[in-house]
């Protein structure tokens, strides 16, 4: 049965995760999910998941008999933990956390599962990034010399407005042309694509605004 939430929901992976981002993280989405073994941290912490979704292959047995009712058991591996909850929840939007860290095979499949899920209203918070699918229109105020990261995971090409470096006529492409360390001019930036596929890389600090705008944006699903 899928999570349908009217609120954002806080989904957490098995990778890297502080306490103090975690709370962070529940301001703004206050209904908890884990995907797999990120219930484990959780329950130490004293977080009791709505949700622990996943094939249960991480989750340490201890726990069991404390999420009884709560475990969605999924046995197939065609898809990571991240992409079956993501496939199970209904929410404004998902904030993730514990999906990147030293395995870097893990935080490229984290990516990959933004794009392959098709909605900007996914955002993925690293440890000192947050990463978003570009929607077809979006619209941010930064202040100037903001860190804007394009990362193409197909070819794609779009228009900006308040970047140093614009991006119209430029046909973006994994293995060719990416958008790394762009600048915000201050004040209004807007980015716009025909097709899905391009990722959004931002500080951290700029968490709030984007949970706002890709919510008021329109979306690829």
Not at 77 to 98: E, H, M, N, W, Y
Request: glycine share 8%; charged share 20%.
């Amino acid at each position: 049965m899928p999570v349908q939430s009217i609120e954002g929901v806080t989904l957490v992976g098995g990778g890297q995760l502080t306490l103090p981002d975690l709370a962070a993280a529940l301001i703004h989405a206050p209904v908890l999910v884990a995907a797999d073994g990120g219930a484990n941290n959780l329950m130490e912490w004293g977080h009791l998941p709505d949700r622990v979704i996943g094939d249960i292959d991480s989750l340490d047995s201890a726990w069991h008999s404390q999420l009884e009712g709560r475990i969605e058991r999924i046995a197939e591996q065609d898809s990571t933990d991240f992409d079956k909850c993501l496939a199970r929840i209904r929410a404004p939007f998902v904030l993730a956390l514990g999906f990147d860290g030293a395995r870097l095979d893990h935080t490229l499949a984290a990516m990959s599962t933004l794009v392959r899920h098709g909605s900007a209203r996914v955002i993925l918070k690293a440890q000192e990034d947050i990463c978003f699918l570009a929607p077809p229109f979006l619209e941010l105020t930064l202040p100037e010399h903001a860190r804007v990261s394009l990362f193409p995971m197909a070819q794609v090409a779009g228009r900006s407005e308040g970047l140093h470096w614009p991006i119209d006529g430029l046909q973006f492409a994994p293995h060719a042309v990416i958008g790394t360390s762009n600048r915000a001019l201050g004040g209004r930036m807007s980015l716009k694509f025909e097709r899905p596929g391009m990722l959004v890389l931002l500080e951290r600090r700029y968490l709030a605004p984007v949970i706002k705008a890709v919510q008021s944006m329109p979306d690829w699903r």
